[in-house]
């Protein structure tokens, strides 16, 4: 049997069951798989064994190896984590909201995300992969400060840029970001927005990472809130309301932002919680009563004009003459109401002195010296006063002035048809000339005596004291 330059013999030394022992001629003792053997192979039995290289195999494996070695290198040496980059979202009197994109960490693993103020460790941020925003409170009152942000990864550490902020003032507003939830009164809403937008300040329907203050009337159910809770009762807390409890937001009423716009500044809230009446409820509702008004004062001023250009008084009629050629009788014209300007001034004088008059007896509380008490019909008479030597002539009849009225009583006088006639006398009694004496002192009331100017101001109300 020829061999082939390629081909080896061997005697099997030794058969196993996994494994033979074969003998070269050299005596070289190779270990070979007994699977390999040809069948029926025992020990001593002779064996040729030919190796050949298999070339289109190795390149075919060696494009493999490369291919995963690149694949290795474009999904792990290319990318590296970035690091975030910090942004400021409301800054107010002792907080502060920052936010950031969503962070990438390539094939890196995360091991945490911190937040630093002022190059010192504040706190771990929770979830780092989802969360993007966070609130720093406790700051103090106007006040510079520096945040970042570390990332720090199984592909290494990484840092954020640095941002300066400070906190605002007492007097600036413009942090104010609330929540509104149900307000009553659609034109209070109206006026609230109006304020927000005057102070350069943010408003939402939704409660924010930068809510400051939740704002209602009532913590009534509103109409989103009940289809969110699935709750049917109309009365019950709206679902924002109980996350403002939730997250120790303030609740306060929509005057606490009025007050804010008047003063230029924060105002405390402990006026304006819910179920405590604001400080300003009265003003404002008077404001606004005012301005409604004047919104309807062209059409009313429109209707005076119009009533005072047409004609306030009508003709004067034509006096007639009675039908026995007496002179016809004038009546005296008076002012119409529609026409204050025509009363002159001497009746307006005898009016204010009239009144002066009558209030100064009320608020004094005395009596005046010349009233005399009327003379009664059922008073026997007492004195006649005539003189003796003409019994036939009336006396003289005294001026009488009465408690109510000043004028004196006018006597007929005698028609021109009955000059001639004689009258006949009238005896007139004159009433008695005893002197009623004065009332009894009364001691004065501890108040204020009304100081009446007789010329310009006004009387005020007065008392009357029965004496």
């Known amino acids: 049997m020829k061999r082939s330059q390629d081909s080896y013999t061997f005697t099997v030394g030794k058969l196993d069951a996994g494994m033979a022992i074969l003998i070269g001629e050299r005596a070289h003792l190779i270990e070979f798989p007994s699977v390999l053997l040809p069948p029926g192979s025992t020990t001593g ?22 291919q995963l070695q690149h694949d290795i290198f474009e999904t792990f040496g290319c990318s590296s984590p970035e690091p975030p980059h910090l942004e400021v979202r409301n800054v107010t009197q002792t907080s502060v909201t920052l936010e950031w994109p969503p962070i990438k960490l390539a094939t890196a693993k995360l091991r945490s995300l911190d937040i630093y103020k002022n ?3 504040v706190a771990a941020i929770p979830s780092p992969l989802t969360n993007t925003s966070t609130k720093l409170s406790g700051l103090s009152l106007d006040t510079p400060y520096t945040l970042q942000l570390v990332l720090r990864t199984s592909a290494g550490t990484f840092h954020s840029n640095i941002v300066s902020i400070r906190t605002h003032t007492i007097a600036d507003t413009s942090g104010i970001s609330v929540c509104f939830g149900t307000v009553a009164d ?52 709206g679902v924002e309301y ?9 609740v306060v009423q929509p005057q606490w932002i009025l007050a804010c716009l008047t003063e230029k500044k ?18 404002y509702y ?16 429109s209707a005076s004009s119009a009533h005072k250009s047409a004609p306030n008084r009508s003709s004067m009629p034509v006096p007639s003459r009675g039908t026995d050629g007496t002179p016809p009788q004038r009546k005296s014209i008076e002012p119409t109401p529609e026409d204050p300007e025509a009363e002159t001034e001497a009746t307006q004088q005898q009016k ?30 007492q004195r006649v006063a005539s003189p003796p030597s003409q019994p036939s002539s009336p006396p003289p009849v005294p001026k009488q002035q009465h ?55 006004d009387v005020g109300e007065t008392v009357e004291i029965d004496l």
């Open 45 to 66: 039995s002779i064996v040729n064994i030919a190796v050949h290289q298999n070339l289109s195999e190795e390149r075919k494996r060696d494009q493999q190896f490369w």
């Open 119 to 121: 190059s010192q460790r």
């Open 186 to 237: 659609p034109i209070l809403l109206e006026d609230a927005k109006s304020a927000l937008r005057e102070m350069k300040a943010k408003w939402s329907d939704k409660i924010q990472i930068d809510t400051t203050h939740f704002v209602c009337t009532t913590p009534a159910m509103t109409p989103s809130g009940a289809q969110a809770s699935g709750g049917s009762v109309a009365a019950g807390p």
């Open 242 to 250: 109980q996350k403002a409890l939730q997250l120790s937001i303030p």
């Open 266 to 283: 924060m105002v405390p809230i402990v006026a304006y919680y819910l179920g405590v009446t604001p400080p300003n409820a009265a003003s």
């Open 286 to 301: 008077s404001q606004r009563t005012q301005s409604m008004s004047q919104a309807s004062l062209p059409s009313s001023g």
């Open 352 to 381: 204010r002195s009239a009144s002066i008059t009558e209030t100064r007896h009320r608020s004094n509380g005395t009596m005046d010296r010349n009233f005399k008490f009327p003379q009664s019909q059922q008073q026997p008479l």
């Open 403 to 457: 408690p109510h009225s000043q004028k004196p009583i006018p006597l007929p006088s005698p028609r021109e048809g009955e000059a001639g006639e004689e009258m006949p006398p009238v005896n007139i009694i004159t009433p008695s000339s005893v002197e009623v004496p004065p009332p009894p002192p009364v001691e004065k009331e501890t108040r204020r005596q009304v100081i009446v100017d007789e010329e310009d101001e």
